[in-house]
């Protein structure tokens, strides 16, 4: 796209100009693209995007207020901001963009007042003063936003965006950091860097209408319980943490949300277990009207899963060790086994490590054998599992090993593995108890193990 002047921004936003969270009629979205490149259009909330060819284009959107970008094909955005009622005009060329319409000042505010949580030069990361850099930095864009002559709705709701940007970084951001860092860079993070979640609060509405809101809130609970700052129950978790929510709309669409993603997951036990308690929890009528396409996906998941329901076998299947030494999964029989399915390349996985690590060796000699089992193949995926496993300190309760043949090979096929990290539970007659169980960083899945072996 030729010219195209698009400031990759962390997305910014969209709310209202002159109209309320209830209003109802669809906004009207047009795009023209003149560019001779094709662009897309995304809401800032997931990965679903319509592609905008060299045609005009017309798009209505119906729950709104919400964020969208502007997105050309080398990944450079622009901030959108949509509204009830509204309509907004996009003219893209290779001159650039143009934004008019119902929210254009609010555009062109947001456009010229990005908040992209960063610090300063040579500042660490999540350290005191990067903390202290953001809060005030924050309070700068409060300022600008309080002295725009903006909307009031649009003010109040781009603040709760800044700062869920800010603590939806704070939440998840030091665990990534921890791993892309350099081979021997250790992360430090202040004493005290986690006491702003003894003062969150879910109680504001508008919250719902910021992309980040249930990352923030679903973390926020999350680390709370990792930190016994809430009781851990594999039973009732799902009740426990709509506690935390005292906006009975937010706590609503927050439960709808979080079984999704338990679907999302395959945690198909917790699907069917949780549902009827937390059913009379969810009274927001748009959030009802979801659960009837959940209760759906979750029978047909039910369905595609028979084949590695509780209390079929687990297969047999042959392993190396980094020095061609063979096991075979038969020979564990005995033990609770955990198996976490990785490769070098994923993320997610590295994550999970030193969680895996921790709680193997917390459960050494009790009953509980943890196998970690990378399918990584090829000369390169192979030596790079390799050169780890050489490196790494030997962890006491677990095995490291490879399996042949990797994604392609039967047993992944057998168990309808097309992705990872990948936890699996056995038994100890080597049936299976969970074909998708907790990864290693939730407190559940040790209290599982704990609670199936007795070991307090």
């Given amino acids: 796209m030729k010219n195209l002047m698009l400031r990759p921004l962390i997305a910014v936003a969209a709310i209202f100009s002159a109209c309320t969270l209830t209003a109802n009629e669809p906004a009207i979205v047009k795009i023209v693209n003149n560019s001779g490149s094709k662009i897309y259009f995304q809401p800032e909330s997931d990965l679903n995007y319509t592609e905008i060819k060299n045609t005009d284009t017309v798009i209505n959107i119906d729950e709104s207020p919400v964020y969208y970008r502007l997105m050309d094909s080398d990944g450079k955005f622009y901030p959108v901001f949509i509204t009830p009622n509204s309509e907004t005009f996009i003219n893209v060329s290779d001159k650039g963009v143009a934004i008019t319409g119902t929210n254009e000042k609010e555009n062109a505010f947001m456009r010229k007042n990005p908040y992209v949580g960063r610090g300063k030069d040579n500042m660490k990361t999540y350290s005191k003063e990067w903390v202290e850099y953001n809060d005030k930095e924050i309070a700068r864009l409060d300022s600008l936003i309080d002295n725009s002559g903006l909307n009031p709705e649009f003010a109040s709701i781009h603040k709760l965006y800044n700062r869920y940007i800010l603590l939806n970084q704070k939440l998840g951001g030091v665990t990534l950091s921890k791993v892309f860092s350099k081979d021997g860079e250790k992360i430090e993070i202040d004493n005290n860097f986690y006491d702003f979640l003894n ?6 509405e508008k919250v719902l209408s910021t992309p980040k809101w249930f990352d923030v809130i679903d973390k926020t609970i999350e680390s709370k319980e990792a930190r016994n700052l809430i009781k851990i129950s594999n039973d009732d978790y799902m009740s426990i943490y709509a506690k935390e929510i005292g906006n009975e709309k937010i706590r609503s669409h927050y439960l709808v949300k979080l079984l999704a993603k338990t679907l999302k997951y395959n945690y198909l036990t917790d699907f069917e277990r949780q549902l009827p308690k937390i059913r009379p929890l ?3 009528a748009k959030a009802l009207e979801k659960l009837p396409a959940l209760e759906k ?4 998941k039910v369905k595609e899963s028979e084949n590695v329901a509780p209390g079929i076998a687990m297969p047999d299947f042959v392993c190396k060790d980094v020095n061609g030494k063979e096991y075979r999964f038969s020979d564990l029989k005995g033990d609770y086994v955990i198996i976490d399915f990785w490769f070098t390349g994923c993320v997610p996985c590295r994550a999970e490590m030193p969680y ?10 009790k009953g509980v054998k943890f196998l970690s089992l990378s399918v990584d193949t090829g000369d390169v ?11 790494k300190p030997e962890t006491p309760g677990l095995l490291s090993v490879n399996l042949p043949d990797g994604f392609n090979s039967p047993l992944l096929k057998t168990l309808n593995i097309k992705g990872v990290p990948r936890i699996m539970l056995i038994d100890r007659e080597g049936k299976i108890v969970e074909s998708y169980a907790k990864r290693p960083s939730d407190p559940k899945l040790r209290q599982q193990l704990q609670q199936l072996t007795q070991t307090y």
């Fill in 199 to 204: 003062t969150l609060s879910f109680d504001d």
């Fill in 282 to 284: 969810i009274t927001d």
């Fill in 297 to 300: 996906e979750y029978a047909q």
């Fill in 356 to 365: 895996f690590y921790e709680i193997a060796k917390d459960f050494d000699g």
């Fill in 381 to 391: 995926l192979y030596g790079r599992w390799e050169k780890m496993m050489r490196n």
